[in-house]
């Protein structure tokens, strides 16, 4: 009896959650809305045990095509459908789209081929924006994948960090009253992840 209660306490297991929709104001014409996922886990694949961070629709279609990129054998689960007008006024709407990249996440945790790409940690587990985060899994940054992990939510005291995440904020047109219009285009796989240059996500 003790050796199964041992055994199923070893178990591992990785429980995701994604939830708290927030609408963010850019400017006068441009805001953004984001997710935070909850990662708990007792997994070696992960550094952090339990995480926080918040993404955006956009960023999790660029993690798609991330992954789509590096397991071209493997079909990869979809992501909830692109909406023209998405609006956090529309309960079914959120729902549905929250429950989607959640069972998206799901999926992905069943492949260990897929588990291994660094940037779907950073994605998960860091703070970096999606520019950072293509900048840190190739090495072009002064910290690596573990360091940026570890020191996710205490931030970096570089201004030229700081200034980074400033300048890597998506947008998405709005009407103002919590409708972000989707204007990414369809058949694009890698939305701008810079205000600057005109790109837009909800």
């Known amino acids: 009896?003790?050796?199964?209660?041992?055994?199923?306490?070893?178990?591992?297991?990785?429980?995701?959650?994604?939830?708290?929709?927030?609408?963010?104001?850019?400017?006068?014409?441009?805001?953004?809305?984001?997710?935070e996922i909850c990662?708990?886990?007792n997994s070696m694949c992960f550094r952090k045990k339990t995480s926080y961070v918040r993404r955006s629709y956009s960023d999790f279609v660029w993690l798609r095509h991330c992954l789509e990129g590096n397991a071209l054998t493997i079909e990869l689960?979809?992501?909830?459908?692109?909406?023209?007008?998405?609006s956090l006024k529309n309960k079914e709407q959120v729902s549905k789209r929250m429950k989607g990249l959640q069972e998206f996440l799901e999926n992905v945790f069943q492949n260990p081929l897929l588990l291994s790409d660094s940037r779907l940690h950073l994605f998960l587990?860091?703070?970096?924006?999606?520019?950072?985060i293509e900048?840190?899994?190739?090495?072009?940054?002064?910290?690596?994948?573990?360091?940026?992990?570890?020191?996710?939510?205490?931030?970096?005291?570089?201004?030229?960090?700081?200034?980074?995440?400033?300048?890597?904020?998506?947008?998405?047109?709005?009407?103002?009253?919590g409708l972000s219009i989707d204007?990414?285009?369809?058949?694009?796989?890698v939305p701008f992840h810079d205000s600057n240059e005109g790109g837009f996500s909800n």
């Open 135 to 177: 900048r840190c899994a190739l090495g072009k940054t002064r910290y690596t994948v573990a360091e940026a992990i570890q020191l996710s939510r205490s931030g970096y005291s570089s201004s030229e960090d700081k200034s980074s995440y400033d300048s890597d904020c998506e947008s998405s047109a709005s009407s103002g009253l």
């Open 1 to 35: 009896m003790d050796s199964i209660l041992d055994s199923l306490s070893k178990t591992e297991f990785v429980s995701v959650c994604v939830r708290d929709p927030r609408l963010h104001k850019d400017d006068r014409w441009h805001t953004h809305i984001d997710y």
């Open 77 to 86: 689960p979809k992501l909830p459908p692109w909406i023209p007008f998405f």
């Open 183 to 189: 204007t990414m285009a369809r058949d694009s796989p």
């Open 125 to 132: 587990q860091s703070d970096l924006s999606i520019r950072r």
């Open 39 to 41: 990662l708990h886990t």
